[in-house]
Structure formats: C-alpha cells, structure tokens
C-alpha cells in the first residue's frame, strides 16, 4: 500500500477541495499570523508546502512575500492556481510529493508546513528525507517553520475534559463585557474582530467537546487493529507496514470515507526536538497554540493540542 498515494486520493476528492477553498476565507489563523509576523520578514521568498487550494499563499503574497507553493494533490494546485488568477497575485504553484520536489538548492528564505501536515507524513525514514529536503533548498540562517499536533494532548483527551474546558467555559461565561470581546478578538478573529454571544461560544465549546470525545473513542479501533496488524505478522509471517504509534484512518475534517485511508502520526516536542538536530537545524523556540494567544491556562503547554516549531539552518 502506496500512502503517499492514498494521501493524493484523500486531497483530490472533491469535498475534500470544496472545504479548503471555504477555509481561504478565513485566511491565517490568529496563532499563525502571530508566528508569521514574530518570525519572517516581508519580501523574502517563501515556499509553503501542503499549500493546498492557497489558503497562507494567497495572505503571504499579500503581505509583500514571493510565495511558491507546492501540493501532492493536482486538483488543489489547479483550484490554488485558478483562485491566484482570480486575485491576480504572482504566485507559483507546483504539483509534487516534496521529497521529490525538484527545485535549485538554497532558493527560499524561508519554509512553511502549516495545518499539522507534518503528521502526514508517514514513517520515520520519510520525515528524515523531508526535513534532509528543507535543509537543502533554504538559505543559510533561513527559517523552517512547521506545526504538529501533540501527541501529549491526543493521549490525555480526559485531562483536557476535565482541566482546560471548564478553565474556559468559566473565564467565558463569567468575564466582563469589555473582557469577553477582548478575548473574542485576540482568540478567534484576530485580523477581522467580530463579537460572539455567549450562547455562541458555548456551542463552540461543546462542539469542541464533541470533537473530543470521538478522538476518545476512536484511538482505541485504532489501537485494536494495529494490534491486529501486529498478530497477522507474528503468525501469519506478514511484513510489518506500521511503525509504533502509527495510526490508520482518515483524518480529514470534510471528506468522512473511511476508504480513504492514511498514515498519521501524533508527536511529543521531545520527539520532533530530536529529529530536528539530527537534520542538522538548530531548534530556536517552539510553542504550544495557547503560548501564542497569550491565553494562561493550568498547564497549557502540556494539554496544547497543536505545537508550532522554528527550527534554523546553520
């Protein structure tokens, strides 16, 4: 089984390319811009891998960047390419898997790989050859700026459940006025602000509580059939395909068939600090999502679901 190949399936589907072109709209997201604007510098060029149908090309291109992208799925670089026509923005947008991206040697200042794509990628041995790849196309000090979720917070859904959601459904519904709309707009509009109810950011919650929950209760079918996997190698003297803590299933948020599977992965920062030097990059800061919105919680850098890495080339 080819998983580059079912991951190019998954992104050419046309849900799939319908819900990333409602995604531009929203353009970065509030932690994104912040870690953007911390960390690059406009009118330096960019390359955005996993750009999809442009979402952080089109607002890079905006801001002053010469922005390439690059995506494994056809169909999102043709809707990325017709919607930079559209906006009539210069921007380049390759179709490739990026361990086989042929490009000159040191063209980027800096790389982006946003939207958790680095969870994607599967085994140990492709992730090496992803991180050799970056290496090889930045400039000398230039930047690789990636984010993965966190293998600690997928781990401990009942934490979260019991420690950060109720931190925030209390600061939500007992703030002030004037507080809760500053925390509406550092929280979930940063670039457009725009006040929600209460009633609204309680559906937000339990929405997000739902979300929770299925995570929960799906981990163990995954676990199960790696367990299964695991049997058939031992008696049945099948080759193993999985690494330890390689999960099978689909984790899009549009397209739910579950013919459509992938590899993924979750991280600790431990495990991504580690392949980082061994790639020859220097680590400058990682941060969890809520360290970014400055949002001070009991233990948010551990119950994070998504961490953001700056890592440089020397």
């Not at 390319?17 to 409602?22: A, E, L, M, S, W």
């Not at 042929?102 to 050859?129: A, C, G, H, T, W």
């Not at 929960?216 to 199960?224: A, K, S, T, V, Y």
């Not at 220097?282 to 890495?309: A, P, W």
Request: charged share 30%.
């Amino acid at each position: 089984m080819n998983y580059f190949d079912n991951l190019r399936t998954l992104y050419n589907n046309p849900i799939e390319i319908k819900g990333f072109k409602q995604l531009n709209k929203k353009g970065l997201f509030p932690e994104e811009e912040i870690l953007i604007k911390k960390h690059l510098k406009p009118g330096k060029k960019v390359l955005v891998i996993g750009c999809g149908a442009g979402r952080e090309c089109f607002v890079l291109a905006e801001m002053g960047f010469e922005v390439v992208g690059v995506d494994i799925s056809k169909e999102m670089v043709a809707a990325a390419k017709k919607l930079s026509e559209k906006k009539k923005l210069n921007i380049k947008f390759f179709e490739s898997n990026i361990l086989d991206f042929d490009y000159k040697k040191e063209s980027f200042d800096y790389v982006l790989m946003l939207e958790q794509m680095y969870n994607l990628i599967p085994f140990k041995k492709n992730r090496l050859l992803l991180l050799k790849k970056v290496r090889f196309l930045l400039k000398k000090n230039g930047l690789f700026i990636f984010s993965a979720y966190s293998k600690l917070y997928f781990h401990l859904i009942f934490p979260y459940l019991f420690v950060k959601f109720p931190q925030n459904l209390i600061r939500n519904l007992f703030s002030s006025k004037d507080k809760l709309m500053h925390l509406q707009q550092s929280k979930y509009s940063f670039s457009n602000p725009k006040p929600l109810s209460r009633i609204k950011l309680l559906k937000r919650f339990f929405g997000k509580v739902y979300y929770a929950l299925k995570l929960f209760l799906r981990e163990p079918i995954f676990l199960f059939k790696n367990i299964y996997r695991l049997i058939q190698k031992i008696i049945f003297k099948k080759r193993a395909v999985l690494e330890p803590g390689d999960l099978i299933g689909n984790p899009s948020l549009f397209c739910k068939n579950e013919s459509l599977k992938v590899v993924f992965k979750y991280f600790s920062p431990k495990q991504i600090t580690e392949k980082i030097v061994e790639s020859d990059f220097k680590l400058v800061r990682y941060y969890s999502r809520d360290e970014l919105l400055e949002n001070k919680r009991f233990m948010g850098k551990i119950f994070t679901d998504i961490n953001y890495y700056v890592a440089e080339k020397f």
